[in-house]
């Protein structure tokens, strides 16, 4: 008999399709469209019901996060705005976050700034300083050589095109993400239902929590002014150093004054304030980008006046300083996150504390510092090695006479050395730390084991060691957490380091003055830098590789996939030119249509693995008119095991429990041993068990042993498979709580009936 519940199942980043999700093999979409819809089994083609007889639906986002293969490419190389973007998500369970917000968008103002200098590095100093007035250089490239007959002045405004040009690219790209995503998330949704009763603040169930269209565009705005102004300030600062024209030194202190009113704008509070009533911001922001325009055209202008010739035997002027002076600030940033983060996390309650100790936001910052380095001084000496026609460039390596040095920033060297030695440390101590906390994880997975087949004959030994070594596999992610420590600490030092690079001192240097010239130790210091300079090359050449076979392969694309659904989940509130965020269409999206399901039925929100964080935030986003008509249904969910930890002041502890509370604790969680991305939500207990933790969180979690047996069923020819994180609608439990939270729903009505009877 047909129920009036509707199962509503919502997938994770691996991102299977509707046919799977409801294990059916005809589907058809009864709401939303190509990028993200709803879909039931098409009538007439076998069973169409859910567990119990109700309604069963999917909501298949995956083609939101998925593309062709340019896109794969671009988004490989918009990772290090997307972890500066992160790293705002991901920090202590204390305060409103301002103080951490307003260090991460500095962070990534200085991201934006390493981009635009990255391409100023290659086009106005190794092309138009150093490579186009030399002949040798030029010799043999028509495409070059007509360079060399342009003044210095006008030369550089020519190949200042290709930064400018760069910086509108990404410019657009922002703009148009923030049409098809965030401009999505409010349209026909505001009107559904008022949320306005949610509390302020930073958090979850905020009503502009997922509507980021005006924060992005104020961002967008301020990065793109900071974009020109470290563009302006490059050209001004190479003509200004040769010609000392006042005209030039005015020209740069307005452009500094642009940057510095930028990075203010960046740590004004308001700057995050919903799109109500006069917005003071947009006040700022319009005259801030007529500043911007007219400080460029200037620039132009005055590069374009005739000047006395300039030499070409040193690279441009200002612009090593710049770098340096920029990895620097990121230096400093990152100890400012660490200080803020450990300080906060102090006050956290023991049991909101984090695996990370609290520096989730400088480790991601880190991240993204480090892979914008890597781009930068990548491109830099990949461009150099092209134009000085094979030899790695370097004052390691001498130019023959008369040409050119063609040498990147001394900057570039000691990131390269430091991400290098970084890397490698990490690796080499996690394989040595490895060695001691497997034997921990594999005692564990024995007495899981023993304890869930107490029964095993003997010839099961063989399928027990399998399970043994699938449940010790599924606790390795909870051993990377002091790796990625020591990972921070490490670039904290080495992006320090190149502050020896403003005293006009190089790796090669610096071992030249500790070892007292030692011969044999200053050229193992530069083999080191050679090498390391050289696997930025090979670094980049395999985001290159990684994007092609993302689109052509599926398993490299799911392995993508998850990367980048997981960072693109949160709204864009510290670098705008991070990829949109999903979660601002699929969040109000599935809300809409459980509030438009749960007007005349029940509805079961059942979300696996990062659909369960998006259902729970969906929980968060309901008023309570349809709350005491929903239940909550998470399997596979990492929201304890990870989330939890990664993001405790938005998946923490008072964020699990106020959605328990806001669906009646109609809520169940599946979980087994042997997945390694779920977990228990609130209590690891086993079936007949008191749980671990009182009250009704107590009955959330339901642990599924896996496999169900070890031994060959007598009608099957081998023993049930080992399922782990997929699949669990297939589980014969599964359905049985299904049904188990339909009947709270209908006792829910009953005793609501009962209350509203008459007499």
């Not at 409801?22 to 069973?47: K, N, S, T």
């Not at 049930?720 to 209908?746: F, K, M, N, Q, S």
């Amino acid at each position: 008999m047909a129920r009036d519940v509707v199962e509503l199942r919502v997938h994770g980043v691996t991102g299977v399709r509707a046919e799977e999700l409801l294990d059916h093999p005809v589907v058809v979409r009864v709401a939303g469209d190509d990028h993200a819809g709803f879909y039931r089994p098409r009538p007439g083609y076998g069973v169409e019901s859910g567990p119990g007889g109700g309604a069963v639906e999917a909501y298949q986002w995956r083609n939101l996060t998925s593309g062709r293969i340019a896109r794969a490419l671009s988004l490989l190389f918009l990772l290090p705005f997307m972890f500066s973007n992160l790293a705002a998500w991901v920090r202590p369970p204390v305060g409103e976050g301002g103080t951490m917000k307003a260090l991460c968008r500095l962070l990534g103002a200085t991201v934006t700034a390493v981009f635009v200098l990255s391409i100023v590095g290659v086009a106005l100093d190794l092309v138009g300083w150093q490579c186009a007035p030399s002949q040798p250089c030029t010799a043999g490239r028509p495409y070059l050589s007509w360079l060399g007959a342009l003044p210095a002045g006008p030369r550089l405004v020519v190949l200042a095109a290709l930064p400018a040009a760069a910086i509108r690219l990404v410019w657009w790209v922002g703009a148009r993400s923030a049409r098809a995503y965030e401009g999505f998330a409010y349209e026909g949704f505001q009107s559904t239902y008022d949320t306005s009763r949610a509390p302020a603040g930073d958090r979850l169930e905020t009503r502009w929590f997922w509507h980021g269209e005006a924060l992005v565009g104020r961002l967008r705005s301020i990065h793109v002014a900071i974009a020109y102004g470290v563009l302006d300030l490059s050209v001004l600062v190479a003509l200004t150093t040769e010609d000392r024209s006042p005209i030039g030194g005015a020209l740069v202190v307005a452009a500094g004054l642009l940057v510095a009113v930028c990075v203010v704008l960046l740590c004004l509070p308001g700057l995050s304030a919903p799109p109500t009533g006069w917005d003071w911001t947009r006040a700022l922001i319009r005259p801030l980008r007529i500043a911007a325009v007219a400080i460029t055209v200037l620039t132009g202008g005055y590069a374009l006046l005739p000047r006395a010739p300039v030499p070409v035997d040193q690279p441009m002027p200002g612009f090593a300083v710049s770098v340096s002076a920029v990895i620097v600030a990121q230096a400093a940033l990152l100890t400012a996150l660490a200080v803020v983060a450990l300080w906060q996390q102090r006050a956290a309650r023991p049991e909101a504390r984090a695996f990370f100790q609290g520096l989730g936001a400088p480790i991601v910052g880190a991240v993204s510092v480090g892979l914008a380095a890597t781009y930068s001084a990548g491109l830099d000496y990949r461009v150099a090695d092209f134009l000085d026609r094979g030899e790695i460039p370097g004052l390691e390596h001498p130019p023959p006479p008369g040409t050119p040095p063609l040498d990147p920033p001394v900057a570039y060297r000691w990131e390269a050395l430091g991400a290098f030695a970084a890397v490698l440390l990490v690796v080499i101590f996690g394989l040595y730390a490895g060695r001691f906390r497997r034997r921990r994880r594999e005692r564990q997975a024995e007495r899981i084991s023993r304890e869930d087949f107490p029964d095993a004959p003997p010839q099961a030994a063989a399928r027990l060691q399998s399970v043994r070594r699938v449940i010790s596999r599924a606790r390795l992610a909870e051993q990377f957490s002091p790796l990625i420590i020591v990972y921070l600490v490490l670039s904290v030092l080495s992006l320090a380091f190149t502050a020896f690079d403003l005293a006009g001192i190089g790796p090669t240097q610096l071992t030249q003055r500790v070892t007292g010239n030692n011969a044999r130790l200053v050229a193992a210091a530069a083999v080191a830098i050679d090498v390391a300079t050289s696997s930025l090359g090979l670094v980049i050449v395999g985001l290159l590789v990684v994007g092609v076979l993302a689109a052509v392969s599926l398993n490299v694309r799911r392995a993508v996939g998850v990367l980048w659904d997981l960072g693109t989940f949160f709204p864009r509130t510290a670098h705008p030119f991070a990829p949109p965020s999903y979660g601002e269409r699929a969040v109000p999206e599935l809300a809409k249509r459980v509030s438009a399901l749960a007007r005349d039925r029940k509805v079961v929100l059942s979300g696996h693995s990062h659909g369960s964080a998006l259902a729970a935030a969906v929980i968060l986003q309901l008023p309570p008119e349809t709350l005491h008509r929903v239940a909550l249904l998470t399997y596979g969910s990492p929201l304890r095991r990870l989330y939890a930890h990664l993001s405790p002041a938005y998946f923490g502890e008072r964020a699990l429990r106020e959605i328990g509370e806001r669906v009646g604790w109609r809520w169940r969680n599946l979980w087994r041993n042997t997945d390694p991305v779920s977990g228990a939500i609130f209590s690891t207990h086993r079936p007949g068990e008191p749980p671990a933790v009182g009250g009704p969180a107590g009955r959330v979690d339901v642990r599924l042993r896996d496999p169900r047996g070890v031994t060959v069923p007598p009608m099957d020819t081998v023993p049930p498979p080992i399922e782990g994180h997929w699949p669990y609608h297939t589980d014969p439990r599964y359905p049985a709580v299904v049904i188990e939270l339909a009947d709270c729903l209908d006792r829910q009505q009953s005793a609501e009936g009962g209350r509203t009877a008459p007499g």
